[in-house]
């Protein structure tokens, strides 16, 4: 039987009209349906990574977001210095009536303190003496002071002074026979003198029982009494004058019964609303220009605030459909450094620094129409701000490569600098304890743990180092030696390795920053998106060009709050 050839069989041409040609059909719309949004997408992500100029250049976008921040800029800084000038006379005020306190009321003050405390006495006769003394001079406060002072009452809405003193319960000592018997109970007795009392002839209150002194038993007396005074400074700077109340407290201290009573001296000011002002001329009206003018910048940080949350808002949205196109083209996630390029760090400081400029300007009109007297959270709310508003200008510098060199080094040096000072901080910490407890007894600068970290940062960075070797006393030759040995060693340590590994960390990084800005920096995931778009660019120009109009034309209206604006 004859062998038949093989046959294949024919294909079969579908009728037109039929399943095939539709299945087909709706293939090549689904793909250029993709490749339209794969495209939309491109654009929306260099978009949002354009610099504000090519931003207009692209679509003629006013970038609005600039303009605000050196407007603001202006502002903010011309409100702070208005501010400062105003809160430098407070401080002038408050330091110049405490030294005008220390010359009335203590007695044989010399101008200058002598340490921690104001002046001391060494002898019981001049210890009644400085008592008496400032006792006297408040009751004639009215007839000696040159400023505009008066008496303020008391806790107990009470005009006078109120002296206390401290003492041991019982006891007797006698150091010849170095014997002592004292009862460690602490006894506070209190009395007041008010004016009437002051006024009397004789004065009665200097022979009371109360100011019979047992300075074996004593441990301090303390003086305290209230004085007010207005600011009158401020109207030549045409602003509404501030009252001041005056907190004086005199301590004379004798808990370490050495022989010396150290005299320590304290005045706490605090603003206070003044109950009738009446002044004629131009203040009231310099006070609503500024008052306006606050406002003003409110307004500005407040749209300043507004803009960039809603970019923060977009830029996530973005990074969502970013995220969600990836995954569903190359079945993998995005690596966490591309997903954290959407988060502008900047706008976060944006928003910091308005949210405390809005809180501090508010503060300030307060300040200003004399219904809040908080000085201090004003100042730290506007300089902080200030402080992150200039900083915050870096961010349009670094579009600039020449200028985007501080930034990166920073970033890259960052985590490992961080390490590095963890590593340091445990050897620092020795270092401070040790110096502490050793040479606490010898030294000024190692009395306490504050100050002996202040000193030995200090040392870091090379100041203060002969006197800090000087003024080490020689009592005891071992803590003499040891006292070299700690500060040889911890010199040695600190500048020449530690100090110099640390920049050695910051200078890598900037050389790896260098090399990258001339090599190229490594690619990511979406680095290579957004390249793949220029290579296309590159190799049709014009159809590339038709495409994006078609893909801006088959954009909805509805999608436009979807193109996040940087």
């Known amino acids: 039987m004859a062998r038949q050839p093989y046959r294949f069989p024919q294909a079969r041409i579908p009728e037109r009209g039929s399943g095939v040609f539709r299945l087909t059909g709706r293939n090549a719309m689904a793909r250029h349906d993709s490749e339209m949004k794969e495209e939309c997408l491109r654009e929306d992500l260099k978009f949002y990574f354009m610099s504000p100029c090519e931003k207009y250049r692209a679509r003629c976008q006013i970038p609005w977001k600039l303009g605000l921040q050196i407007l603001k800029i202006v502002m903010v800084t011309t409100q702070l210095v208005r501010f400062g000038l105003s809160n430098q006379l407070v401080v002038a005020f408050k330091e110049d009536n405490t030294v005008a306190f220390k010359h009335l009321f203590l007695k044989g003050y010399s101008g200058t303190d002598e340490d921690d405390y104001s002046c001391s006495v060494y002898t019981q006769e001049d210890a009644y003496e400085s008592i008496f003394f400032a006792i006297n001079q408040y009751h004639q406060l009215k007839d000696i002071t040159l400023g505009t002072l008066g008496y303020g009452e008391n806790e107990d809405n009470r005009i006078g002074l109120k002296v206390c003193k401290q003492h041991y319960k019982k006891g007797t000592m006698f150091p010849s026979n170095e014997t002592l018997n004292i009862d460690n109970d602490i006894e506070l007795d209190c009395v007041h003198l008010d004016l009437q009392d002051l006024s009397k002839d004789p004065p009665d209150w200097k022979n009371s029982s109360f100011f019979r002194l047992e300075f074996y038993r004593l441990l301090q007396v303390e003086i305290s009494f209230r004085l007010k005074g207005i600011d009158l400074q401020t109207i030549h700077s045409r602003e509404l004058p501030d009252c001041y109340v005056f907190q004086n407290t005199i301590i004379f201290d004798n808990k370490a019964h050495s022989g010396k009573i150290k005299i320590y001296f304290d005045s706490d000011a605090k603003i206070e609303e ?16 500024v008052l306006v003018f606050d406002a003003f910048v409110i307004v500005i940080c407040l749209a300043s ?88 200008v870096i961010r349009y510098l670094g579009y600039f490569q020449a200028y985007n060199v501080l930034i990166l080094t920073m970033q890259a040096s960052l985590p490992k600098v961080l390490r590095f000072c963890a590593c340091a901080g445990m050897i620092y910490l020795g270092y401070t304890f040790c110096g502490w407890i050793v040479l606490g007894p010898y030294h000024d600068k190692f009395e306490n743990l504050n100050t002996v970290a202040e000193c030995l940062f200090s040392l870091v960075n090379g100041d203060d180092m002969f006197a800090t070797f000087a003024q080490i006393q020689q009592k005891s030759i071992l803590v003499w030696l040891f006292s070299r040995l700690y500060l040889y060693s911890f010199i040695s340590l600190f500048i020449y390795m530690i100090l110099s590994l640390f920049i050695a960390l910051i200078t890598d990084s900037y050389d790896t920053i260098k090399k990258f800005q001339q090599n190229g920096f490594p690619e990511t995931d979406l680095q290579e998106f957004l390249k793949e778009c220029s290579s296309k660019e590159e190799y049709q120009k014009e159809s590339s060009a038709f495409l994006s109009c078609i893909c801006c034309r088959r954009r909805k209206r509805s999608d436009d709050h979807l193109i996040p604006i940087n």
């Open 274 to 289: 003044c109950k009738d002002l009446n002044i004629f001329g131009s203040t009231q009206k310099n006070t609503q220009y």
């Open 305 to 392: 605030l507004i803009l960039c949350t809603r970019s923060i808002v977009l830029a996530l949205r973005l990074r969502k459909r970013f995220l969600n196109f990836f995954l569903e083209k190359y079945k993998r996630p995005v690596c966490d450094t591309d997903q954290w390029k959407f988060i502008n760090g900047w706008y976060v400081l944006v928003i910091i620094s308005d949210l405390m400029t809005i809180i501090g300007s508010i503060l300030k009109m307060e300040i200003k129409a004399k219904n809040l007297t908080n000085y201090d959270l004003c100042s730290i709310l506007l300089g902080t701000s200030t402080l992150l508003v200039w900083v915050g």
